[in-house]
């Protein structure tokens, strides 16, 4: 399975961005996927995930900002990144989770 994360980049606190997540190889075990982020000088932390039902969850310091989804046909995980603030910068990883977990090799999110 890869995972190729794009769409990061620098934007202005306010602004907002998307990152995609193309997915290929085989994915039929996975149950949920997903993007977690690592900001400067901290550790590695979940931001969003969606599960096989499509059901959601947000941590609380993006929930009402940003929201996930994917494209089953497309095989591809995104991210809406709305109304960004300086504390979203980081590298952002999309992760798959099933009998293996599977994860990108991350973008980058600058917000100033």
């Known amino acids: 399975v890869q995972l190729v994360e794009s769409g990061g980049g620098s934007v202005r606190a306010g602004g907002s961005l998307r990152l995609a997540c193309a997915v290929s190889?085989?994915?039929?075990?996975?149950?949920?996927m997903g993007w977690f982020r690592r900001g400067p000088g901290r550790s590695r932390e979940g931001v969003a995930g969606?599960?096989?039902?499509?059901?959601?969850t947000y941590s609380p310091s993006v929930n009402g900002r940003f929201t996930i989804s994917r494209d089953s046909a497309k095989n591809t995980l995104y991210l809406d990144m709305n109304s960004l603030k300086l504390e979203d910068t980081g590298v952002y990883y999309c992760?798959?989770?099933?009998?293996?977990?599977?994860w990108g090799q991350g973008t980058q999110v600058t917000v100033s």
């Open positions: 992760v798959t989770f099933g009998t293996f977990d599977y």
């Open positions: 190889g085989y994915t039929r075990d996975t149950f949920c």
């Open positions: 969606i599960d096989s039902d499509g059901r959601t």
